[in-house]
């Protein structure tokens, strides 16, 4: 999901997310650009509002790390509280319709928390020094996150996770994922992840071999539609950190997890 449409927060200061917007299950259109005809959000400031929003932290080993008793973990344990509720729901019903229900994870600050990458590189992104990031497979768990993913399986809902991540770091994805518990379908039938040298048929519109022009919006609605419409699933919850996780429809609810550190468009 990191590329180069992607913003970094301190370039779009300006598009620091509202609380207001990151409540339970209230993904709206979000932002798409960060024009702002006044004096932006004064920098210094707003990284000291995300550190305290995350309650940063170096530990023993140098990483930062979000606190469990920050606003951000507060916000995250009201919305999995809703999303569960909601799960819990929805699954039934779809059940007594017929139909499988599924929800849809992203990976990257949806499941696996960046913020040591972010906070390191000035929340300015870097194709290679991302890379080398993902590659450790080391990143923690977004608090609650793993969690949901497991209550949606007791509830006989299947997981899929829909990622910019691509095709090549799925190795490092799958060993992050199991380290931090969301051991779930983590097989290729149900992670999706960014394929440009082989894009699949379904997102033709947009990829074909070695051209890569979808957007993400595109990529990741496109790839819902093919669970819903190909695969024959009823995607009830939709889980990401960016709006353009959440745009394009194929999802009955949406859920828009904080992430103030970057911008994907
Ligand atoms: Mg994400």
């Keep these: 999901m990191h590329k180069p449409l992607r913003i970094a927060a301190l370039a779009a200061a300006c598009a620091v997310v509202s609380a207001a917007l990151y409540g339970a299950g209230a993904a709206t259109a979000g932002q798409s650009t960060a024009n702002s005809t006044h004096?932006?959000?004064?920098?210094?400031?707003?990284?000291?509002?995300?550190?305290?929003?995350?309650?940063?932290?170096?530990?023993?080993?140098?990483?930062?790390?979000?606190?469990?008793?920050?606003?951000?973990?507060?916000?995250?344990?009201?919305?999995?509280?809703?999303?569960?509720?909601?799960?819990?729901?929805?699954?039934?019903?779809?059940?007594?319709?017929?139909?499988?229900?599924?929800?849809?994870?992203?990976?990257?600050?949806?499941?696996?928390?960046?913020?040591d990458y972010e906070k390191k590189t000035n929340y300015t992104y870097n194709s290679t020094t991302w890379a080398d990031y993902v590659a450790q497979a080391n990143r923690p768990a977004v608090f609650g996150s793993p969690e949901l993913v497991q209550y949606a399986k007791s509830k006989g809902v299947t997981v899929f996770y829909n990622s910019g991540l691509k095709e090549s770091q799925r190795v490092s994805a799958v060993e992050?994922?199991?380290?931090?518990?969301?051991?779930?379908?983590?097989?290729?039938?149900?992670?999706?992840?960014?394929?440009?040298?082989n894009p699949p048929s379904y997102l033709s519109a947009c990829a074909t071999p070695g051209t890569w022009t979808c957007t993400t919006v595109q990529y990741k609605a496109g790839t819902r539609k093919h669970i819903e419409d190909d695969l024959g699933y009823e995607i009830i919850a939709n889980f990401g950190d960016q709006y353009s996780d959440l745009e394009g429809g194929y999802a009955d609810k949406k859920y828009k997890l904080p992430n103030p550190t970057y911008f994907v468009s």
């Design 39 to 115: 004096e932006p959000y004064n920098i210094g400031l707003l990284v000291k509002d995300i550190d305290t929003y995350y309650g940063t932290a170096l530990d023993a080993n140098g990483v930062y790390q979000a606190s469990p008793t920050s606003p951000y973990a507060k916000d995250l344990a009201s919305l999995d509280k809703a999303a569960r509720k909601y799960l819990d729901q929805a699954a039934r019903k779809a059940v007594k319709k017929g139909e499988k229900p599924a929800v849809v994870f992203d990976i990257d600050d949806t499941l696996l928390l960046s913020l």
């Design 176 to 197: 992050n994922l199991k380290k931090v518990g969301a051991d779930v379908n983590l097989d290729a039938a149900h992670m999706f992840l960014k394929d440009a040298v």
